[in-house]
């Protein structure tokens, strides 16, 4: 499991379930505080030259990060 800690929790939060492999914490207001990925080591292997792409639609900006060796 890995959880990608996005904002420090400052109101109670709920765990939306996406998928199997995929929750995240949501705010009543919509605030994305955190994503969890269960399975991560399966998710995120760098055998493939995998990346996580975080998109910032508001801003209309993207990071690119790869994974480690």
Known sequence: MAYIHLKEKTAEVETVHISEELNID?????????IELLNANE???P?????VV???E???QTTEI???Q
């Open 58 to 60: 508001e801003r209309g």
């Open 66 to 68: 790869p994974l480690l």
């Open 54 to 56: 975080v998109v910032n």
């Open 26 to 34: 949501l705010a009543p207001d919509g605030t994305v505080y955190g």
């Open 47 to 51: 055998s493939d030259n995998g990346k």
């Open 43 to 45: 998710q995120l292997t």
